[in-house]
């Protein structure tokens, strides 16, 4: 299925603007994304930076070469660990040799002093944007979400209930508000995050599926995005398990 040119949105540019970084009292380092609407924030992983031997990413550096591994996640707290449920996804890329051939980051960085000598990784924003399937998504993090929105916020959710009172009986999507819609457009496969069924004008919050075609970040769309109401439910059960 081709997409029509108006559709076809590329964010090659939109994360290229100024930015900088930061580092917690923890002293992780921390990219925030320059353009996200609602904040993604990447958090370096000490404990899987190292050495590239086999770690699952599709698209790792060569062998015996010097990475960094980010965990993506909606929160600018670092995770307490790896296998935190707040990690959304973790991107692995390759660590300059501090010549600059990395390139700056291009997200707002709270990081390391900066005096301090040490190489610099390469940019997490404008690598997963430009290889979105090189992302591991989180499975911790996809169970927390499924559950948040199954069970906080189907029933709740005006334009779901709108559309099953209106149509009477069928099936509803929970989209990702990254791609625009048209009215009477339906979503593509990889920004649909789930669908419910809707029997005489009544949501069957247990006929809730999650959507496996859905991506963290495609290379069209960007990063998820999720509605102010959804987010605040998911991003709270992610303090909690942060």
Known sequence: MECEPSDCRSFSASYMRASSSNTSSSGTTTVR????????YFHLIPE????????????????????????????????????AASIMGFVRTATSDGSGSGGP????????????????PTDPVAFSHANPAAI?????????????LQTECV?????????AQTRGSGWVHLNDQRELLMPGRQAWPENIIAS????????????????DAYRLVT?????????????????????EAN
């Open 33 to 40: 994304h320059p353009d996200h609407p609602t904040g993604i």
């Open 48 to 83: 899987l930076s190292s050495a590239s031997t086999d770690w699952k990413d599709a698209q790792s550096p060569a062998e015996g070469q010097q990475t960094s591994t980010w965990a993506v996640s909606l929160l600018e707290t670092p995770p307490s660990s790896s296998d």
């Open 105 to 120: 980051a291009s997200g707002h960085v709270e990081g390391k002093d900066a005096g301090e000598a040490t190489a610099s």
């Open 136 to 148: 591991q998504q989180h499975p911790a993090f996809f169970e927390l979400l499924h559950k948040t």
């Open 155 to 163: 029933q709740s959710d005006e334009l779901l209930r709108f559309e």
């Open 196 to 211: 419910v069924a809707f029997v005489d004008g009544e949501l069957q919050e247990k006929s809730y599926q999650p959507n």
């Open 219 to 239: 290379a069209q769309d960007g990063f998820l995005q999720l509605k102010e109401t959804w987010l605040e439910k998911v991003r709270r059960h992610c303090q």
